[in-house]
């Protein structure tokens, strides 16, 4: 995908949350007040609203990432079982022994904090371009008339290198780009992993989204959602589904609740789980396996008292690659549900429609 002019539309004033929330203002603004139908229920969850085995499912990785598979081996089988129907029923999972060093997780949120924390004055250094994704601000906001979202965003392109733009990377905190750098890599290899155990969950050869994802397209994106007088009448992030094959998200390790998906017409709760990785199927998996594993949509709220942080990583196939679903899983019972388009072109559509629960997804449905 080339680099997207910037374009030039009219967002109108953005107020930055953080500083909203530093100055005690007693009312929320306009802008940030969603009409009744979108505000979040945030009564608090009893087990009658969302029995424990409603809660997303858990894999734990190091069960499926042995030296030498074993197919008869239970333990991996069960997982592998538990793999698929987590993303057949869910598109959601938690991941546990997934690899990545806890103290590089920790260091990931320390360094996104500090970086939220600076004043206002450094963080505006980044400011993200109207309309456009990279950098700190809002992304996602086309209009003036747009409601925006509780919430603070950084975010960079990681790979390949030809979507950094080294403008963006801060100096401050002194090891921050480091860091990112890191974790980039180490996330890179977990999504790795995934892809082929998800290969595997479909009865297909471990290696066949291999070359797809050789030059995988990676970003990454932290998310600071202070505090907000009024929860109920606001959205820390609106509804949507990720455009990218997979995601990985990291929750702040005091975190509260705020991630929330969409299931079974309600809305359910994603309750951290401390050092482990939340992940969720994206529009380009749900596209490639003809709709077995869907995107699920997926918002996050805030909270009365506590600030939330996530740190979210995007991986997708490289830009060149064409997309569409996969012959082994299209046949006459199961006709191919979406058309066959560059991946380029839709992270291209992605970035420029705003967050509107699935509906980027229908670039790539064939209409009945
Ligand atoms: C909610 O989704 C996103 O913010 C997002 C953004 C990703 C990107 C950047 C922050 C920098 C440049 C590259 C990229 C577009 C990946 C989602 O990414 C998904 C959406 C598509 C499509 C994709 O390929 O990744
Ligand atoms: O902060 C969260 O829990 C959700 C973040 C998210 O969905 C995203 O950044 O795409
Ligand atoms: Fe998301």
């Keep these: 995908m080339a680099p997207i002019p910037a374009p030039l539309i009219n967002v109108g004033h953005i107020d930055d949350v953080q500083e909203l ?19 979040p229920s945030l009564h608090k969850p009893t087990n009658n609203d969302h029995p424990f085995d409603n809660y997303i499912p858990v894999i734990d990785l190091s069960k499926l990432i042995t030296a ?14 538990k793999l ?84 963006f990377w801060p100096t401050k905190p002194s090891d921050f780009s480091e860091t990112v750098d890191i974790y980039s890599r180490e996330i890179r290899k977990l999504c790795k992993n995934l892809v082929e155990c998800i290969a595997i969950s479909l009865g ?6 291999e070359e797809m994802f050789d ?3 990676q970003a990454v994106r ?3 959602y202070p505090a907000c007088l009024r929860p109920d009448l606001v959205l820390g992030l609106s509804p949507h589904s990720d455009g990218s ?50 995107s699920v949509e997926h918002r996050a709220v805030t909270h009365k008292e506590k600030d939330r942080l996530s740190i979210v990583t995007f991986y997708a196939p490289s830009y060149e690659i064409e997309i569409g679903p996969m012959v082994h899983l299209v046949d006459d019972k199961n006709p191919a549900k979406y058309r066959r388009y560059n991946h ?25």
């Design 21 to 39: 929330r530093k100055n005690k203002a007693s009312q929320i603004p306009e802008r940030f007040i969603r009409p009744t139908s979108e505000r």
């Design 245 to 294: 094959a997979l995601t990985v998200l990291q929750q702040g390790k005091d975190n509260s609740v705020g991630l929330q998906i969409w299931k079974d017409d309600t809305w359910i709760p994603v309750q951290p789980i401390p050092n482990a990785l939340v992940i969720n199927i994206g529009d380009t998996i749900e596209v490639l396996t003809n709709g077995r594993y869907k």
């Design 215 to 217: 030059d995988a397209v």
């Design 204 to 209: 297909l050869n471990d290696g066949v989204f």
């Design 84 to 167: 698929k129907t987590s993303c057949q029923d869910w598109g959601f999972f938690q991941v546990m022994n997934h690899g990545v060093d806890l103290e590089l997780l920790e260091k990931m949120e320390k360094v996104s904090m500090e970086f939220f924390n600076m004043p206002l004055e450094e963080k505006q250094k980044y400011t993200m371009i109207p309309g456009t994704i990279q950098g700190y601000g809002q992304a996602f906001v086309f209009s003036e008339d747009q409601k925006l979202d509780w919430c603070n965003m950084f975010a960079l392109g990681l790979e390949p290198h030809s979507v950094r733009n080294p403008n």
């Design 68 to 81: 030498n598979k074993d197919n008869d081996d239970d333990d991996y089988c069960n997982e592998i079982t």
């Design 222 to 224: 932290m998310n600071y």
């Design 344 to 368: 380029g072109e839709y992270s291209k559509h992605y970035v420029t429609n705003k967050l509107e629960g699935k509906k980027t997804l229908e670039f790539a449905k064939i209409k009945i």
